[in-house]
C-alpha cells in the first residue's frame, strides 16, 4: 500500500530491496567486468551480438558479431531477456572466467570460456578507425579521468584526417558528473550554459558552464540506450540540450541523470525518488518522469531488420573494386550487425556528401 501511495505521486519510482540497491551503486561507482561484447536487444528474441572488440576476451573466445547470447553462466535466456539483465550477467561474479552460450547463424549453438578483465585504468572500452573517415569510441562509464581520456581522442581525431565521431554510451554508468564538462566543453562556446542542478522548488545548487577547451566542429553521433544512466546519462542529456553539432541516436535514457536518491521505507525497501530536477540550456528539464530523448530512434522494427549482402561483390570480367568500393563494403561489414551504429554511419556519410567540412 505505501509503495502503491508513493507510485501514485510519482509514477516513475523504483523500488529496489537491499541487494538490489547495492548492485545499483556497484554498477554506479565502479568499472565492471569486461568481456568485448557489444549486445543489441531483438524484439522478442534473445540478444544478438552487434561488435567484438578486436583483442578482447570475446573474441579470443570466438564469439563473433551476429550470433545470439542463448547462456550465460549456466542460465538459459528466454526469448525478449532485457539488455540490463543479460549485461548485469555478463558484468557480475568474482571469478574471471565465464561460460557464454551462442547461438550462429546456422543455428547451432555452442559453449565458449570467456576470460574476462577488469578495466581499472581507463573509462574508454574501445577506440576505433573506422572506414570512411570515422571515429569510434565506446564508454564503459563516466569514472574518474573519462573527461580528458574522451577530450583526448577528440582532439587527436580532430588534428588528423577523420571526418566525424562517434560516441558509444550504451549501458554506460558511473558517478563522476564533474568530467561532463570537459567532453561538452568541446562542442560548446567557452562560459556557455551548460546545465542547472536544482532541488525541486528549492534554490539554484549547482551551475556547469563550459570551459575554455576550443570548440570541436568535427560532428558527433552519440549512442544511447535504456541502460545509459548516471554520469553518462547526464552527459547525454547535456549533448543533447546544450551542445551544438551533436546528435543522439538510441533508445530513450533509464531517467536517472544523478537525479535519483534512494529513501529507504518501512517496509525495509528503498525508493528510488527523483529529488532534484536538471535544466538544459535549450530549456529542456529533467525531474525523473522521463530520460533523454534520442533525435533519431531506434525501433524495435529497426532492430529486428535485416542486412543481406553478399560475402563478395559480384563484379564483371576484368573489373575490380575501387578503394572507395572497399572502403564502403568495410563499413558495412563493420556496421551489418548494429543497427545504432549503422544509423550514425548512415548520418555522417550524409553531412560528408553534402559536402560538410569540420576543417573549412
Not at 134 to 146: D, E, F, K
Not at 163 to 171: N, Q, S, Y
Not at 250 to 277: C, F, H, N, V
Request: aromatic share 4%; net charge negative; hydrophobic share 40%.
Amino acid at each position: 500500500l505505501l509503495e502503491a501511495l508513493i507510485r501514485s505521486s510519482e509514477p516513475s519510482v523504483v523500488f529496489l530491496d537491499e541487494g538490489e540497491l547495492a548492485a545499483r551503486s556497484q554498477r554506479l561507482s565502479r568499472r565492471e567486468w569486461d568481456s568485448g561484447l557489444t549486445l543489441v536487444a531483438v524484439e522478442d528474441g534473445l540478444p544478438k551480438v552487434a561488435s567484438v572488440r578486436t583483442n578482447s576476451p570475446a573474441a579470443a573466445a570466438g564469439i563473433l558479431p551476429g550470433e545470439l547470447i542463448e547462456k550465460v553462466a549456466g542460465h538459459e535466456l528466454t526469448s525478449g531477456s532485457g539488455l540490463k539483465q543479460v549485461r548485469e550477467m555478463l558484468a557480475e561474479g568474482e571469478e574471471a572466467k565465464l561460460e557464454i552460450g551462442v547461438r550462429a547463424a546456422d543455428a547451432k549453438s555452442r559453449v565458449v570460456e570467456v576470460e574476462r578483465v577488469r578495466r581499472e585504468g581507463s573509462s574508454l572500452m574501445d577506440v576505433e578507425d573506422l572506414p570512411a573517415g570515422m571515429g569510434y569510441m565506446r564508454v564503459a562509464g563516466l569514472y574518474p579521468g573519462a573527461g580528458g581520456e574522451i577530450a583526448g581522442v577528440l582532439e587527436k581525431w580532430k588534428a588528423g584526417t577523420l571526418f566525424g565521431a562517434i560516441l558509444d554510451l550504451r549501458g554506460a554508468a558511473g558517478m563522476a558528473s564533474e568530467e561532463v564538462p570537459v567532453v561538452a566543453s568541446r562542442f560548446a562556446p567557452e562560459g556557455a550554459l551548460l546545465y542547472t542542478l536544482n532541488q525541486p522548488q528549492g534554490p539554484e545548487t549547482v551551475v556547469a558552464r563550459a570551459v575554455p577547451e576550443g570548440m570541436d566542429s568535427m560532428p558527433l553521433m552519440v549512442l544511447v540506450d535504456e541502460e545509459t544512466t548516471g554520469a553518462s546519462e547526464l552527459l547525454a542529456a547535456v549533448l543533447a540540450g546544450s551542445a551544438k553539432g551533436v546528435m543522439v541516436i538510441g533508445r530513450e535514457t533509464s531517467g536517472d541523470p544523478l537525479i535519483r536518491e534512494p529513501r529507504k521505507l518501512s517496509t525495509g525497501r528503498y525508493a528510488l525518488l527523483a529529488t532534484r530536477q536538471l535544466a538544459m540550456a535549450d530549456g529542456t528539464r529533467y525531474g525523473g518522469s522521463t530520460g533523454v530523448l534520442p533525435d533519431v530512434a531506434i525501433t524495435d522494427s529497426a532492430l529486428n531488420e535485416t542486412v543481406y549482402e553478399p560475402d563478395a561483390p559480384v563484379l564483371r570480367k576484368g573489373k575490380t573494386m575501387s578503394d572507395e568500393e572497399k572502403e564502403d563494403k568495410a563499413l558495412r561489414d563493420r556496421t551489418r550487425n548494429d543497427t545504432y551504429l549503422r544509423r550514425a554511419a548512415d548520418v555522417l556519410l550524409g553531412l560528408k556528401a553534402l559536402g560538410y567540412d569540420h576543417n573549412p
